[in-house]
């Protein structure tokens, strides 16, 4: 611990974003960084605490209070290698974790927590701009080959620490590009796909082989990866998303929320799109049904591409902008959360079903919504009624942004759960990553990959 009273003299600092009147033009980042003795002030309000609830709450058990006092020291390779033992791609969650850690800082009881998540971004990048990220070759190769199938955190994590340990890595994507969510769903404005490409290159270099535009299952047999491979991890992720079979669903212009985001993000990548098969919110009234995370990117892509007014509605009622007594610290709150795409001008409301799509010409123009009541049973369970209040809300563009509920390789699955009797096969086979847990997060996903890694070593031993 550097400073041992800075938390009493330092207030919480946080970079902030680029003002919106300017990020909206672009789809660059939209967090900004502050100076380097500034970020090292902000590591110096650690307390170093006798229970570090940052590390416990950490899903990858990330040794905070240490790398803090490493970047408060200005030893920033080391800051850098202690964060990268335990976490394999900080570049990713430096910039997307929703950072339980912070939830769970001792600061937080005054609403001022350490800024551990930009703390972790800022080291990355500086340990990258000074050269202390570089290619690892593997020391010695141990002669057994194992595919993995899916290129997204999990998969990435996976393939990284088998590379190093001897094995040879051949990762199968039936995507064009390697990243998974994170290069095709989440949006560049949170996450530049540079940051991506960069880390990919790496994997590359250290010898990982990556085939893009093969979907196993399809474009080449599950029989035939077993048959070739001594171990294979399917890393498949979990993006079917639930759909809202009401009237009117066969509309032309209600599309699926990842459908929309994917297709941006190819967008800012290059690629150009037929303009029948484009989704454009440009000039519409933009409605996303949903209220989470998901939704919050497509209000950010929407107003990107310049919608004329974007609502988002979710069925459940608003949460407290307090933190809740169910949850409070050092759990995760159950709160309202801000996004940053919400600050960019969107309508937020809760309690709202959606009832039929209105159609004009095959297209929809609106979509009828109904207020619900949240009301508890005999058993303290929630149950929802339908109020008599209805409401006509204009949408030319509508994105179904209600979660995800399975993997989408049925058929690969499918064809595994026949294969079951196979005894000696099946045991080759491990998943990590959303396609275990279900839709989740990216250092979920790291955390799940590091974990099978392990386990196919072992079993390989
Ligand atoms: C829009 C959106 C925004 C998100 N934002 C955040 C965020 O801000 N922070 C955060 O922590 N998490 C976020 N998440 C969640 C996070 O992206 C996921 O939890 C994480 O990417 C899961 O990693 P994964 O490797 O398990 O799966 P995925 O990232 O889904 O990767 C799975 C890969 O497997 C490939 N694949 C599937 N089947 C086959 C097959 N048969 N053959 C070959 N390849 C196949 C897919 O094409 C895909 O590339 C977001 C998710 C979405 C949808």
């Not at 993995?148 to 620490?161: F, H, K």
Request: glycine share 8%; charged share 25%.
């Amino acid at each position: 611990m550097g400073d041992i009273v800075a938390f009493l003299k330092i207030n919480r600092k946080e970079a902030g974003c680029r003002p919106i009147l300017e990020r909206i033009n672009d789809f660059g980042e939209v967090e900004q960084t502050l100076s380097v003795e500034d970020r090292m002030m902000q590591a110096s309000r650690c307390m170093d605490c006798g229970v570090p609830f940052c590390h416990w709450s950490c899903p990858l058990g990330n040794l905070i209070p240490e790398w803090q006092d490493l970047l408060y020291k200005n030893k920033w390779q080391e800051a850098y290698n202690l964060l990268n033992f335990t976490n394999n791609f900080p570049e990713f969650t430096g910039r997307i974790c929703p950072s339980f850690c912070e939830k769970s800082c001792i600061l937080n009881l005054e609403n001022q927590p350490l800024t551990i998540r930009e703390n972790e971004a800022a080291i990355t990048e500086y340990a990258f701009s000074n050269g202390y990220v570089v290619p690892k070759l593997p020391l010695y190769h141990v002669g057994k080959k194992v595919a993995v199938i899916g290129s997204g955190p999990a998969g990435l994590t996976v393939a990284s620490v088998l590379n190093q340990k001897g094995y040879s890595i051949t990762v199968y994507e039936k995507d064009e590009c390697i990243g998974g969510l994170l290069r095709l769903g989440i949006p560049d404005f949170k996450l530049n796909k540079e940051i991506v490409e960069r880390r990919v290159s790496i994997l590359k270099i250290e010898g990982i082989k990556f085939e893009t535009n093969v979907e196993v299952g399809k474009d080449i047999t599950i029989e035939k990866i077993l048959f070739e491979y001594d171990a294979i991890c399917l890393a498949l992720g979990a993006v079917t998303p639930r759909d809202l079979l009401i009237d009117g669903r066969e509309l032309v212009g209600i599309h699926f929320a990842l459908d929309f985001l994917k297709q941006q993000n190819r967008i800012v990548g290059g690629k150009i799109i037929n303009s029948s098969d484009r989704i454009s919110a440009n000039g519409k009234n933009v409605l996303i049904i949903g209220g989470g995370d998901t939704g919050s990117d497509c209000v950010g892509t929407s107003i990107r591409q310049k919608a004329k007014k974007v609502t988002q509605i979710e069925i459940l009622s608003m949460p407290s902008e307090n933190i809740s007594i169910e949850t409070y610290w050092p759990a995760y709150p159950n709160m309202l959360k801000t996004s940053s795409s919400h600050e960019e001008g969107c309508e937020r409301r809760w309690s709202l079903k959606s009832k039929k799509f209105i159609g004009d010409g095959g297209r929809v123009v609106a979509v009828e919504v109904v207020e619900v009541e949240w009301l508890k049973d005999e058993f303290g369970s929630f149950i929802m009624k339908e109020t008599n209040k209805k409401e006509i809300i204009p949408a030319e563009l509508v994105l179904l942004s209600m979660g995800f509920i399975q993997p989408d390789s049925k058929k690969l699955l499918n064809n595994l759960v026949t294969m079951r009797n196979v005894k000696e096969n099946m045991y080759k086979v491990f998943y990590a990553g959303d396609v275990v847990n279900g839709s989740s997060l990216v250092v979920h996903a790291i955390n799940s990959g590091n974990e099978v890694a392990k386990s196919i070593s072992d079993f390989l031993k």
